[in-house]
């Protein structure tokens, strides 16, 4: 919700105030929200205390700065090689070194056993890059809008806000499409609806009429909000009790990871698009490197989607009431 609810919201800001306040709003907010935590979350306590993994915990924090560095500066203008080649290369290698620790180690930071459950394999996996897919949406949108059509940032941030009406609508409708079609169905055909409505927005000019405009944003959100809800609720239809926390962990570091990638992913897109635009001739188009992202994004999208075909029929049907 705060990303679709942010443009409109940081537009009126930037056009009536001043961007500074875009900043500074968000402390009340922040200490109202550490005042509510303290007041409703629970002081849950582990009877058993382990020791903290340092070893796993260093190698994962250096192997996620490392990647997510190395796809910022693919996303510049002129990409240093050989810093993105090392960047690369000690990201994977401490990745690979912390999957391994987490797999032999007494007390790991995290434990990869629900990653032998199919369903939440297949939501760690295409989930994430669909996440990170759709992530990039709320960056881009505003971008081709500003950038692209020249609009203001109030009035492009009030476009963007038809996303989050689409996400809002839905919900109530969420669940009996999941009892009625089950999980994979749901996860295939709405998955190729995200892959679509990314698309449309590559066809998107300054000259497409507004109602258009937030009517493909609207079903970009409904498709996007189905989504989100399906893959959320499958991770964990099938998780053995015993692993539900690790896997709770695992999975919320995912989503946050494949969120700030999408952004990434969103700046790569827009460079895709500015040599693809000057290859092909077509830079005097509005808009177009922004444009052209969204095809590439609509990419990432199919290929997480693919990952759902591995799910059996019945996949998640204690969850869904879906017979197979």
């Not at 897919?133 to 963007?160: K, R, W, Y």
């Not at 937030?214 to 893959?231: N, P």
Request: proline residues 6%.
């Amino acid at each position: 919700m705060a990303p679709i609810i942010g443009p409109p919201l940081g537009g009126f800001i930037t056009s009536y105030a001043s961007w500074h306040w875009i900043f500074f709003i968000n402390v009340p907010l922040g200490l109202a929200a550490m005042a509510l935590s303290l007041r409703i979350i629970p002081d849950i306590r582990e009877e058993e205390r382990r020791p903290f993994d340092l070893p796993g915990f260093l190698a994962t924090s250096v192997a996620m700065v490392s990647l997510v560095s190395a796809m910022e500066i693919l996303g510049d203008n002129r990409p240093e090689g050989w810093k993105t080649l090392a960047l690369l290369g000690l990201g994977i290698g401490c990745m690979l070194f912390s999957l391994r620790h987490f797999r032999r180690a007494a007390w790991p930071m995290v434990r990869l056993d629900a990653l032998q459950v199919p369903t939440f394999r297949v939501t760690m996996y295409g989930g994430s890059l669909f996440r990170a897919s759709i992530s990039a949406v709320p960056f881009l949108l505003p971008l081709l809008f500003q950038v692209g059509f020249g609009m203001d940032p109030f009035h492009s941030g009030l476009l963007v806000l038809a996303v989050f009406v689409g996400n809002f609508t839905i919900k109530p409708a969420t669940t009996p499409l999941i009892r009625w079609l089950g999980f994979r169905r749901l996860l295939l055909i709405n998955g190729a609806l995200n892959v679509l409505s990314l698309l449309a927005c590559a066809f998107l000019t300054p000259q497409t009429p507004v109602w258009l405009i937030l009517l493909i944003l609207f079903l970009g959100g409904v498709f996007r909000s189905i989504q989100f809800t399906g893959i959320s609720t499958l991770a964990f239809a099938d998780v053995p009790s015993p692993q539900m926390s690790y896997a709770n962990t695992l999975f919320s570091t995912a989503s946050q990871l494949a969120v700030g990638l999408g952004i990434t992913l969103g700046a790569i897109g827009i460079r895709i698009g500015e040599k693809l635009s000057e290859w092909l001739s077509l830079s005097t188009l509005p808009g177009i490197s922004f444009r052209l992202s969204f095809v590439f994004i609509a990419l990432i999208c199919l290929v997480g989607m693919v990952d759902s075909l591995k799910l059996k029929a019945d996949a998640g049907s204690s969850v869904s009431n879906k017979e197979a």
